[in-house]
C-alpha cells in the first residue's frame, strides 16, 4: 500500500522517470541488495534521463523539420562533391558555440535540404533550439503576423533559437518589404546564434538577388561573414530515385 501511494504522488508531481524505475526496477531479481543510496541514484538517473529524452523530443518537433534527416545517414559516395572531412568537422557543432553560420549552395536535388536538416537535428539533440523554415513559407508567415499585429513576438522566437534554418534562398523573387524583414531577422540574430542557409544562388550571387545597394551588403556581410560555405554539384538525386522506381 505504501508503495502504491509514493507511485500516485510521484505520478501528482509529474516524475513520470521515477515511477517507471520503481514500478519496473521493484520486479528484478536482486534489486534488494541495493543500498538505499544506490537505489535513490538509480530512480533519480532515470527521471534525469526521461526528462532529457522529452526534451529532446520537444525540440525536435518544434524545429518543424519536413525530413527525417541525420548525420549517420548521409550517404558520400554520390559524386555531389561532399567531403566527409567538412561534414565531420561541422557535426561537432563547434560552429553553433561560435555563432557562426553555414551555406549549402548547388543544383535542385543534390541533397542541400537533407544536409541542413541533419545538422539541425544534430543540434536539437545536443540540447539547442532549431528553428527550420522555407523561405517562402518564412515570407508568408512574416505578413500574417503583420496583419495580426504579432510581428515583434515572432521575431522574437526566431532571435531565440540557437540555430535557424533558412531553407531554398532565391527560389523566388523578394520584395522590398521582404527584403527588410529578412534583414530585420539576420541583424537582430547576428552574434546572437547561427544561420543555416541553403541555395541554388552561389553565394557570390546573393548581393545581386537582394537587390544590390546598402540592404544588400548589409544582409551578404552578416550571413557570408564566418560562413562555413559548402558547394554541392552533380545531378538531381530525386530524378535518379524516379527513375529507378
Known amino acids: 500500500m505504501l508503495i502504491e501511494q ?22 528484478e531479481p536482486g534489486i534488494q541488495d541495493l543500498s538505499v543510496s544506490e537505489f535513490l541514484g538509480l530512480v533519480v538517473d532515470e527521471e534525469y534521463l526521461d526528462r532529457e529524452n522529452r526534451r529532446m523530443s520537444a525540440r525536435l518537433r518544434g524545429a518543424k523539420f519536413k525530413d527525417q534527416a541525420s548525420l549517420e545517414n548521409i550517404d558520400y559516395r554520390a559524386d ?15 560552429w553553433i558555440t561560435k555563432k557562426q553560420n553555414v551555406a549549402f549552395t548547388g543544383p535542385s536535388g ?6 541542413a536538416q541533419a545538422l539541425g537535428n544534430a543540434a536539437c539533440r545536443r540540447g539547442h533550439r532549431v528553428s527550420y523554415w522555407r523561405l517562402p513559407k518564412l515570407v508568408t508567415a512574416l505578413e500574417q503576423v503583420r496583419a ?13 533559437a540557437n540555430v535557424l534554418i ?16 529578412l534583414l530585420e531577422i539576420i541583424e537582430d540574430r547576428y552574434s546572437v546564434g547561427s544561420t543555416v542557409i541553403t541555395s541554388q544562388l552561389h553565394t557570390k550571387d546573393w548581393h545581386a538577388y537582394f537587390g544590390g545597394g546598402r540592404l544588400a551588403d548589409s544582409i551578404c556581410d552578416r550571413l557570408v561573414h564566418n560562413c562555413h560555405r559548402i558547394e554541392l554539384t552533380g545531378p538531381s538525386e530525386r530524378k535518379g530515385r524516379a527513375k529507378l522506381d
Do not use: H, P
Open 6 to 27: 509514493t507511485i500516485t504522488k510521484l505520478n501528482q508531481m509529474k516524475l513520470y522517470g521515477m515511477v517507471k524505475a520503481v514500478t519496473e526496477r521493484l520486479g
Open 166 to 181: 533558412l531553407d531554398d534562398l532565391a527560389v523566388g523573387e523578394l520584395k522590398d518589404t521582404e527584403r527588410r524583414d
Open 80 to 94: 555531389r562533391s561532399l567531403k566527409k572531412a567538412q561534414m565531420l568537422e561541422l557535426s561537432n557543432l563547434d
Open 110 to 115: 543534390v541533397g542541400k535540404s537533407y544536409l
Open 148 to 160: 495580426n499585429g504579432t510581428y515583434a513576438q515572432f521575431l522574437a522566437r526566431l532571435v531565440k
